[in-house]
């Protein structure tokens, strides 16, 4: 009979491991995190864990899918000492799925979780065809995805919208958490009270930059939050809305692009004012427009790493993304 | 239109810190607003120096530079201090100077929400206020006027309402803030999280469970350079009066129905009248002050309070508290409540202990009845978290029972990177939520108790114990837990 990964050994391996970083005293895992890679995304998942690394002690179990040959599985732990002389440690166990997939099968690997903290599983692969977060149910706590990865990220989020409402397992998406910046920044530009009436005088708002997700779900934010009616539509093309009182808004993505690379917002009223939000590329944004006085605003993209530990530290999924999906359309 | 609006997010602003020049101001004053900066919280706004020294808007950046300097701000991008820095602006001006009320009123001027913060000696505070009034800054036609106003507030009743008279001249209670720090950190806020966020508590958060609590704030080391203002002032006015009676509110409030600041504060305030009153007649019973003596803390050997700078050889100040006192509601009746803090004491420890009644019926006869009623402590310094003490069975062929603890550290939960008070305390002013901030008639309820026991005090011919530095506190200190067969938690 094939064992593919024997949960005594791996704890065995784990434990010799993290003694000899930490003979004495290491702080508690505080919750499992499960990733699913397949093979494209090895950069941002290194980058992540380093960050979480020295921070959040947990255990990391890499689902590395399509690996080839037979399913096989490898433990090591990487320890740091912190401010309190506590030493904190990622405990990482590597599956790798084999030509017969078994690796991907979570019963691979739910026997080498630690029970009674949070399971958190991120899809840091295809999202095609995945079940998600559905295949998980009885499994985890939260599913964490990005719609960005999604071949077609608007149809993927129009499927999941229609689904949210029966969903078991909550999920988090990192394209709105990619997003979170913007609105933020937005939400200043138009938090001064001589500026807050341009906000039912819009007729028009362009995106430049930044991947189709975040983008659809920055629109879909200002829909909601400004009670505009009307059916989203592809990058590129324009969605053609209705404000609050049933004047024509038109809002359109253009030359989507990674946000880091730089973006610009342009929102014109009715009365010819124009404001624009744009990237500085020196970590601030600008904002500018018609009788306003340019001011510059802290700017930072929030990178997976970052995005990882705030959602790891949150208990429930974000109530703003669920509220957005339910009133997509 | 509500528009975009995120929670916690302040329109455009100007503070004016009145005391620039001063500790809080480098310490945390710059550097909580440098973190709200920073983390996205304000990006749309002015900070204004107004300080007798002669110091121009240059000065003060370059001061604020030096703030912001050394430590986790060398990692921090230059242009994002240097954008920081722009923002500030500078008002050289003594207190009573109208012309640089003036001044400050044109710099406002264009701000939707003007804060003005007095970091000052109190007894510059009334020049103050009146000053903005008389400038029409206490009010505005458009976004809203808010001042904050530091510690002490008051030395007693007297003063207390005699400042807050003159606020009241100038301002609505509505616009005052006046700050306790204490009610900024993490762990004090967490205490209504833990009774009113998990069902288990709240049933037995009453009398008919509950047999004491302790509540201690020590501090290791002696008043250090501050002999001049510790004269004034003392343990009971520095510490009980505010952050210690913050906690006991907490702790002791009924559950609000929402937690709208006139919410809370008002069932705060409802815990601060109910306290029984300590008259003269009872001083000795119920309070216990004491001086440190020279000693050894942490090791190394320190002087006597009465021979530190600054104090007078015959002081009678206290530098050690400890008193008992009840709470006089349903809820509460029978349950003592002890207070201990000082300086110069063993260790540097915060922390709150619950202790519960025994079982009606002791089964179990091999167990202690020393040390085997469970505790909940809330550990707020040094490291934040919980501790439960119960009872479990020693392994064995006999049913022997032992204490032992469920901790809870917030360390191993949440890491370590929790926000400075001041940051939250500030936002929060900003946005108008004054929950954390004390009003006018929590401020007089706590200094009536208080100045009952000052006057008491005042009263009493006996010199003061003394405790060797490095101690638990004067061995008089004892006689009041022991009054329920009870000690003080180990420092």
């Given amino acids: 009979m094939t064992t593919y990964a024997d949960p005594v050994a791996i704890e065995q391996q784990l434990r010799k491991t993290q003694q000899e970083f930490a003979p004495n005293e290491a702080r508690t895992s505080l919750f499992n995190l499960v990733v699913y890679v397949d093979g494209h995304d090895d950069a941002k998942l290194t980058e992540a864990l380093n960050f979480l690394h020295g921070k959040r002690p947990s255990r990391v179990i890499i689902v590395r899918r399509n690996a080839g040959g037979e399913t096989r599985a490898d433990a090591t732990a990487r320890c740091v000492t912190d401010s309190n002389d506590k030493v904190l440690c990622i405990q990482e166990i590597l599956i790798s799925s084999g030509d017969d997939g078994a690796g991907e099968a979570p019963e691979t ?50 499927t999941l919208a229609g689904r949210v409402s029966s969903l078991k397992t909550p999920v988090t998406d990192f394209a709105w958490s990619s997003a979170a910046p913007l609105l933020k ?24 930059g930044g991947r189709t997700a975040e983008v659809a779900l920055y629109f879909q934010w200002i829909k909601t939050k400004l009670d505009w009616t ?30 880091e690379r730089g973006f610009a917002i342009t929102f014109k009223t009715r009365s010819g004012v124009t404001l624009k939000l744009s990237d500085s590329h020196e970590g601030f944004a600008v904002a500018e427009g018609t009788g306003l006085e340019k001011y510059t605003s802290v700017f930072r993209y929030q990178d997976t790493g970052e995005a990882l530990l705030t959602e790891v530290d949150r208990n429930a999924s974000d109530r703003l993304y669920n509220e957005l999906l339910r009133s997509w359309g | ?63 604020a530079l030096s703030m912001l300097s050394g430590g986790h701000y060398a990692h921090i991008p230059e242009g994002q201090k240097k954008a920081f820095l722009e923002k500030l602006d500078y008002v050289s001006s003594t207190f009573d100077d109208e012309a640089g009320y003036a001044k400050l009123a044109e710099l406002v001027k264009p701000w939707e929400g003007k804060l003005f913060y007095l970091s000052t000696p109190p007894d510059d505070y009334p020049t103050i206020i009146h000053h903005l009034g008389r400038v029409g800054l206490n009010k505005t036609d458009r976004g809203w006027v808010r001042v904050i106003v530091e510690k002490p507030f008051g030395r007693d009743l007297a003063t207390a309402k005699e400042l807050n008279e003159v606020l009241s001249t100038q301002f609505e209670e509505n616009q005052i803030y006046r700050i306790d720090h204490y009610l900024g950190k993490e762990t004090v806020q967490n205490i209504l999280v833990l009774r009113f966020g998990n069902g288990i508590f709240e049933p037995l958060w009453n009398s008919r469970y509950i047999d004491n609590i302790q509540i201690t704030v020590a501090e290791s080391i002696g008043v250090g350079t501050r002999g001049n203002y510790y004269e004034k002032s003392g343990t009971l006015r520095d510490m009980v009066q505010n952050h210690i009676f913050q906690l006991m509110t907490l702790l002791l ?10 919410t809370v504060r008002s069932e705060k305030v409802k815990v601060l009248k109910s306290l029984r009153p300590i008259t003269y007649k009872d001083i000795k019973k119920y309070t216990v002050r004491g001086q440190y003596a020279a000693g050894v803390t942490q090791g190394t050997p320190v002087r006597g309070y009465l021979e530190e700078d600054g104090v007078a050889r015959d002081s009678k100040t206290e530098t050690f508290v400890a008193l008992q006192v009840h709470v006089d509601t349903w809820r ?41 009623q469970n505790q909940l402590i809330l550990h707020i310094q040094p490291e934040e978290g919980f501790t439960f003490h119960i009872n479990a069975k020693i392994p064995g062929y006999t049913t022997q029972v032992r204490p032992v603890n469920m901790d809870f550290a917030y360390g191993d939960a949440f890491g370590d990177a929790t926000p400075e008070a001041y940051e939250r305390l500030i936002l929060d002013a900003l946005v108008g939520d004054s929950t954390l901030y004390t009003r006018r008639d929590e401020i007089e309820a706590s200094w009536t108790f208080i100045t009952r026991i000052l006057q008491g005090w005042a009263l009493d011919p006996d010199p003061l114990p003394q405790y060797r530095a490095g101690s638990s506190g004067p061995e008089e200190a004892k006689a009041l837990t022991a009054s329920i067969d009870q000690k003080w938690r180990k420092l």
Avoid at chain 1, 129 to 151: K, N
């Fill in chain 2, 332 to 372: 509460w009746e029978g349950v003592p409540i002890f207070i201990r803090t000082g300086k110069g004491l063993g260790r540097k420890v915060s922390e709150v202990a619950v202790t519960f009644k025994q079982p009606p019926l002791q089964v179990f006869r091999n167990q202690a009845t020393e040390g085997g």
């Fill in chain 1, 230 to 259: 009307g059916t989203n539509a592809p990058t590129g093309k324009v969605w053609n809305l209705k404000d609050e009182g049933g004047k024509p808004v038109s809002v359109v993505h253009r030359a989507p692009a990674p946000l």
């Fill in chain 1, 109 to 158: 690997w739910t026997p080498l979780l630690i029970r009674e903290i949070p399971v958190f599983i991120w899809w840091l692969a295809s999202l095609d065809g995945a079940s998600l977060p559905e295949m998980f149910d009885e499994i985890a706590d939260r599913v964490f995805i990005d719609s960005g990865l999604a071949s077609d990220p608007l149809a993927f989020l129009g």
């Fill in chain 2, 1 to 63: 239109m509500d528009g975009l609006q995120f929670a916690k997010e302040p329109a455009p602003f100007v503070i004016t810190i009145f005391g620039a020049t001063g500790d809080l101001t480098r310490k945390k004053l710059v550097p909580a607003l440098f973190s709200l900066f920073l983390k996205g919280n304000a990006s749309q706004f002015k900070v204004i120096g107004f300080a007798r020294r002669p110091w121009t808007k240059e000065t003060f950046q370059t001061e």
């Fill in chain 1, 185 to 208: 920044l937005t939400a200043h530009a138009f938090n001064a009270a001589d500026r807050r009436p341009f906000l039912a005088e819009l007729e028009s708002l362009t995106f430049e």
């Fill in chain 2, 253 to 262: 409030m009924e559950p609000p129905n929402d937690l709208q600041p006139d």
